[in-house]
């Protein structure tokens, strides 16, 4: 495999920005403030079952991880994510969190939709850049369980995408919806480098994308574009 091409000397002076820098980005969203649910929309009358389950789990390590159907991880996302909409792509891998068999996390990734991005796309095909396109857990999990489900995931990919659609991944971007108050912690805290502020669609939750629909949150369409590269030299 060629080696890849370092994003990070291609960016650009006047967009290049210090990684790990804290944003210090306050919510600019008519005052809506978003809180995680505490239990799986599909627990029916498991209710006290999940809660005898996960008061057992102390640390990330105990959660399991497995690929799910792009439909049920559909189905969380628009009943647990802030955004409350589903995705729809024609590639895409999801990877479901398990307390036992109660899933109390996804992450969605897929095709960027975007084609072309100065300076990684080209030089490199947008098939090798597959994006996070949703990260959602429940309430109530061990510490650092975010980040542990990033980083077992953006592991899992460079063979799952590679068999999805037929290319290795170089790296696995993501965009962080500064204008609804998010920082960027998580992907400091997984390796993602920082690539640059980007004016981005009205985020619109539970509507559809702001490039369609009025905007009922008035808020400025800031986002941070975030890149984890894999280190070619290492075999997996």
Excluded at 75 to 82: C, G, L, S
Excluded at 108 to 117: C, F, I, L, S, T
Excluded at 194 to 222: E, F, M, S, V
């Amino acid at each position: 495999m060629e080696e890849i091409i370092n994003i990070k000397e291609n960016i650009k002076t006047e967009h290049k920005l210090s990684v790990g820098v804290d944003l210090q980005v306050k919510p600019n969203c008519g005052g809506h403030v978003f809180s995680k649910d505490k239990m799986p929309f599909d627990i029916g009358f498991m209710g006290n079952d999940y809660i005898k389950k996960k008061a057992k789990i102390y640390s990330p390590k105990q959660l399991s991880i497995k690929t799910v159907p792009h439909g049920y991880a559909n189905n969380f996302i628009y009943y647990h994510h802030y955004l409350k909409r589903k995705i729809y792509i024609a590639r895409n891998v999801s990877y479901g969190l398990f307390v036992s068999d109660y899933c109390v996390g996804i992450a969605m990734y897929g095709y960027p939709v975007w084609r072309e991005y100065p300076g990684l796309c080209p030089p490199n095909d947008v098939a090798e850049c597959p994006e996070l396109i949703r990260l959602c857990t429940l309430a109530d999990l061990p510490k650092n369980t975010e980040s542990y489900f990033l980083a077992s995931t953006i592991k899992r990919m460079l063979k799952d995408w590679e068999m999805e659609s037929g290319h290795r991944p170089i790296c696995i971007t993501s965009f962080c919806d500064l204008a609804f108050g998010f920082n960027g912690s998580i992907y400091r805290a997984t390796n993602f480098d920082l690539y640059r502020i980007t004016d981005g669609r009205p985020t619109n939750p539970g509507q559809p994308h702001g490039k369609w629909k009025k905007n009922n949150y008035k808020q400025k369409a800031k986002k941070a574009f975030y890149i984890y590269q894999y280190d070619s030299r290492k075999s997996v």
